[in-house]
């Protein structure tokens, strides 16, 4: 079982940074680990995606140059780094966890864990 908790989320001003953290319990060492975010009245989205073992990167066209997702093997964790937010990027962001990476690292039903979620709010 793989368990994932997500943080650093917050308030933040168009134009700043945060880095959102997921903790992850488990062998994640085989997976893909994902970021999706949903925000009030539309669908869950991706955002970005790291393969544990190879370290190979994917992002969403919306945040390609602003945000950066990396992992720490030791401490089993991926980061999304995220800068020059956007209002638009206000949402709830989730964490998500692939056991067999397949290649459709976009797709949620690709992913078998997810985490609780952290609020992001960008202020105009």
């Known amino acids: 079982q793989v368990q994932l908790v997500e943080s650093g989320g917050g308030l933040v001003q168009a134009g700043g940074s945060l880095r959102l953290s997921c903790a992850a319990s488990?062998?994640?060492?085989?997976?893909?680990m994902g970021w999706f975010r949903q925000a009030p009245g539309k669908e869950r989205e991706f955002v970005a995606a790291?393969?544990?073992?190879?370290?190979?990167?994917y992002y969403s066209d919306s945040v390609k140059g602003r945000f950066t997702i990396s992992r720490d093997n030791a401490e089993n964790t991926v980061y999304l780094q995220m800068s020059s937010l956007k209002p638009e990027d206000t949402a709830v962001y989730y964490c998500?966890?692939?056991?067999?990476?397949?290649?459709?690292?976009?797709?949620?039903?690709?992913?078998?864990?997810w985490g609780q979620g952290t609020q992001v709010t960008v202020s105009s």
């Open positions: 790291i393969r544990w073992l190879s370290g190979d990167t």
């Open positions: 488990g062998r994640t060492f085989k997976f893909a």
């Open positions: 998500a966890a692939d056991a067999d990476f397949t290649g459709t690292y976009y797709s949620t039903g690709a992913y078998d864990y």
